[in-house]
T-cell receptor, first 115, second 115 residues
Framework: AQSVTQLGSHVSVSEGALVLLRCNYS??????LFWYVQYPNQGLQLLLK??????LVKGINGFEAEFKKSETSFHLTKPSAHMSDAAEYFC?????????????FGQGTRLTINP | DTEVTQTPKHLVMGMTNKKSLKCEQH?????MYWYKQKAKKPPELMFV???????INESVPSRFSPECPNSSLLNLHLHALQPEDSALYLC??????????????FGSGTQLSVL
């Protein structure tokens, strides 16, 4: 079974600072990887996804992630944090089960932005 | 319209009650999902419907009964729930479900409390 591990359940950065959220995956086949964001009292929204087309993936709201096979990582970054980035971030890997797609999420990282 | 609409937003029910959660999308998506999210935890897949047929049941107890009356509508019927079933129930949809690359669109969820 495929899985993802998010290092750090809580990350705190200052406004304007670099955001780095870590995700490592475990997969015996080339993985399909996703980053989703969840704002308080809301559902999840896709930030970006890796589907093997390019190792550097750009997403919405200035976020990007780099797929590194040698490190089995898919870390999420943003050059300059904004107060509105405060949310819960989930890394996920997609599995095929019985012809359907199953997303397996990491434990999540809560991002706090300090003014 | 890129929304997944879930009703009700909040639900409180007793262990002997019968209630239903409703999910609707008008994006022409052919795959729909139910996820369960406990507080401070990642979402966990419960069911996947593909082309109105149940594709995945993640060994969910029979007190949860999904229904997909048509391609736009997904219900989750609840009966004889336990307090530990209290959680945020998220509905999602995607264009398809067979490629593992699909972007899921999530609703805001129904916050369920079982007394």
């Amino acid at each position: 079974a495929q899985s993802v591990t998010q290092l750090g359940s809580h990350v705190s950065v200052s406004e304007g600072a670099l955001v780095l959220l870590r995700c490592n995956y475990s997969s015996s086949v080339p993985p399909y990887l996703f980053w989703y964001v969840q704002y308080p009292n809301q559902g999840l929204q896709l930030l970006l996804k890796y589907t093997s087309a390019a190792t550097l993936v750009k997403g919405i709201n200035g976020f990007e992630a780099e797929f590194k096979k040698s490190e089995t990582s898919f870390h999420l970054t943003k050059p300059s944090a904004h107060m509105s980035d405060a949310a819960e971030y989930f890394c996920a890997v997609s599995e095929a089960i019985q012809g359907a797609q199953k997303l397996v999420f990491g434990q999540g990282t809560r991002l706090t932005i300090n003014p | 319209d890129t929304e997944v609409t879930q009703t009700p937003k909040h639900l409180v029910m007793g262990m002997t009650n019968k209630k239903s959660l409703k999910c609707e999308q008008h994006m022409g998506h052919r795959a729909m999902y139910w996820y369960k999210q406990k507080a401070k935890k990642p979402p966990e897949l419960m069911f996947v419907y593909s082309y109105e047929k149940l594709s995945i049941n993640e060994s969910v107890p029979s007190r949860f009964s999904p229904e997909c009356p048509n391609s736009s509508l997904l219900n989750l019927h609840l009966h004889a729930l336990q307090p530990e079933d209290s959680a945020l129930y998220l509905c999602a949809s995607s264009q398809d479900t067979g490629t593992q690359r699909e972007k899921l669109f999530f609703g805001s969820g129904t916050q369920l409390s079982v007394l």
